[in-house]
């Protein structure tokens, strides 16, 4: 009736039977459901959210970068070429310092291998941390 009308349903006029055999359909597609937002990320240390390190473009402290580092180091390298420092240590810098930024690097790796599930990587790491935390 509505195809005499003059409106055109494109020759699926009065077929809606769906073939259970058909992997394909050549209708629209539907909206598929969207997926929550992941919560921000925030430093466990000083709370620091990454849209307001974002905001007033600083870094609350040293954790942030560990706590952060999924979206620091892609930037940090556009920016620098690198994400590890390798030019001098500025004189009268202190050691324990130097030994903690380590300590950090080698925890995120720990980290990483776990996410990865390289167990023997991360038992190897797990070594080294507690070695250089007991010198």
Do not use: W
């Not at 709370?47 to 999924?70: M, V």
């Not at 690097?105 to 167990?119: F, G, N």
């Amino acid at each position: 009736m509505l195809g005499e009308n003059g409106l055109d349903f494109g020759g699926a006029q009065g077929e809606f039977d769906v073939d259970d055999h058909d992997d394909e359909h050549d209708g629209p597609e539907l909206p598929t459901p969207e997926e929550p937002a992941a919560p921000p990320v925030v430093c466990e240390m000083c709370g620091l959210s990454f849209d307001e390190y974002q905001s007033r473009g600083r870094l609350g402290c040293p954790h942030d970068y560990i706590a952060f580092a999924d979206q620091l180091e892609p930037m940090l390298q556009g920016i620098h070429g690198a994400t590890r420092h390798a030019g001098k240590v500025p004189a009268g810098f202190d050691k324990s310092a130097i030994r903690e930024s380590n300590l950090l690097e080698l925890r995120r790796k720990l980290e990483q291998a776990i996410k990865s599930e390289q167990y023997e990587l991360a038992a190897e790491l797990r070594d080294e941390i507690s070695q250089r935390e007991n010198e």
